[in-house]
Nanobody, 124 residues
Framework: QVQLVESGGGLVQAGGSLRLSCAASGRTFSSYAMGWFRQAPGKEREFVVAVNWSGGNTYYADSVKGRFTISRANAKNTVNLQMNSLKPEDTAVYYC?????????????????WGQGTQVTVSS
């Protein structure tokens, strides 16, 4: 069992930056691939970025490449999402997810555990 708690969301102007964090419980955090998804009002949840168990492989949605960076610290049971050059279209609730066997990092169904989400609002 893994519990995930996101933090770091907020209101920022376009062009600004935010850093999201996801704290995980449990002693097997390093066994899980981690991902971030987001969901805007009236839209489906969409993939943002993922990292494998070691941090050696990362996967980004085209919409965030070059602006967002995912990192993980297994010793601290945390995964972070640095978001730069934010745009109004990045506004959404951001969810952290953990998956034991993630065949497709961009697939919602690949993940076993989800956090409650943190709101990110980017004003124009």
């Amino acid at each position: 069992q893994v519990q995930l708690v996101e933090s770091g969301g907020g209101l920022v102007q376009a062009g600004g930056s935010l850093r999201l964090s996801c704290a995980a419980s449990g002693r097997t955090f390093s066994s899980y691939a981690m991902g971030w998804f987001r969901q805007a009002p009236g839209k489906e949840r969409e993939f943002v970025v993922a990292v494998n168990w070691s941090g050696g492989n990362t996967y980004y949605a085209d919409s965030v490449k070059g602006r967002f960076t995912i990192s993980r610290a297994n010793a601290k049971n945390t995964v972070n999402l640095q978001m730069n050059s934010l745009k109004p279209e990045d506004t959404a609730v951001y969810y952290c997810a953990a998956g034991r066997t993630v065949v497709n990092p961009g697939s919602y169904g690949s993940y076993d555990y989800w956090g409650q989400g943190t709101q990110v609002t980017v004003s124009s």
